[in-house]
């Protein structure tokens, strides 16, 4: 069976409200553990090249997001998740396991657009345009 950690962890959730099941597969928890999840099997996988090409790729198109959009905040979210996972992919332990704990520890980050609270990041990193605050 392979493991489908984002939908797993939502379904371990047991919400039962399909807009709240959206929000926690792609902007909450689900969606955190789905990044750092596959970034971290990419980077163990494939390699640092590959994966940094793929994970980067794939959000490529919407690093020139305006500042606050849903895409912005994302984009970011996406990123950030993906950079935890390329290093939890050095340490011992499955990456789904290392990926938990580290959102358990509020180590991911989750889609501050929406008001979450965990892993408040610097966009500006990724993003062209920084956040001004």
């Not at 597969?25 to 640092?48: F, I, K, Q, T």
């Not at 849903?70 to 340490?91: E, I, P």
């Amino acid at each position: 069976m392979v493991s489908r950690p984002g939908r797993d962890f939502c379904k371990g959730m047991k919400i039962t409200d399909s807009k709240m099941s959206d929000l926690c597969l792609n902007d909450g928890p689900g969606g955190a553990m789905r990044h750092c999840v596959g970034s971290c099997e990419m980077y163990r996988n494939c390699g640092a090249a590959c994966a940094s090409s793929v994970l980067n790729g794939h959000e490529q198109p919407y690093i020139n997001s305006p500042v606050g959009s849903y895409d912005y905040w994302d984009t970011c979210m996406d990123l950030y998740n993906n950079s935890v996972g390329k290093h939890l992919a050095g340490r011992k332990g499955s990456c789904e396991s290392l990926c938990k704990t580290a959102l358990g520890h509020g180590n991911l980050s989750l889609n501050q657009g929406f008001g979450y609270g965990k892993a408040k990041v610097d966009c500006s990193q990724w993003m062209k345009t920084p956040l001004r605050r």
